[in-house]
């Protein structure tokens, strides 16, 4: 079992920046692939960016240029650097560690974090 716990949500103004952090419990944590996903008012969870174990990336188009994903495995953490952040950008922000297999997937969540982006 995988927990994940997040932080660094919080209330920032349009234009700001924050940074979302997630820890990992699983020593094996390198052999996963991670990813921060988000999930509005009223809307369905969508991916974010991802970082595969050997340190590909992949963002959403509307986060790209200004959202960084990074993964520390001695530190069992992944980060999400926001910056340029709008109103839009606003929703719980879930941390997301996957292992794959040859014929399934396994998916763990933390709990989420919410960040507002208002003034």
């Known amino acids: 079992q995988v927990q994940l716990v997040e932080s660094g949500g919080g209330l920032v103004q349009p234009g700001g920046s924050l940074r979302l952090s997630c820890a990992a419990s699983v020593s094996i944590f390198s052999m996963y692939m991670l990813g921060w996903y988000r999930q509005a008012p009223g809307k369905q969870r969508e991916l974010v960016a991802t970082v595969t174990s050997g340190g590909s990336t992949n963002y959403a188009d509307s986060v790209k240029d200004r959202f960084t994903i990074s993964r520390d495995n001695a530190k069992n953490m992944v980060d999400l650097q926001m910056s340029s952040l709008t109103p839009e950008d606003t929703a719980v922000y879930y941390c997301?560690?996957?292992?794959?297999?040859?014929?399934?997937?396994?998916?763990?969540w933390g709990q989420g974090t919410q960040v507002t982006v208002s003034s």
């Open positions: 997301n560690a996957r292992r794959i297999f040859p014929t399934r997937q396994l998916d763990y």
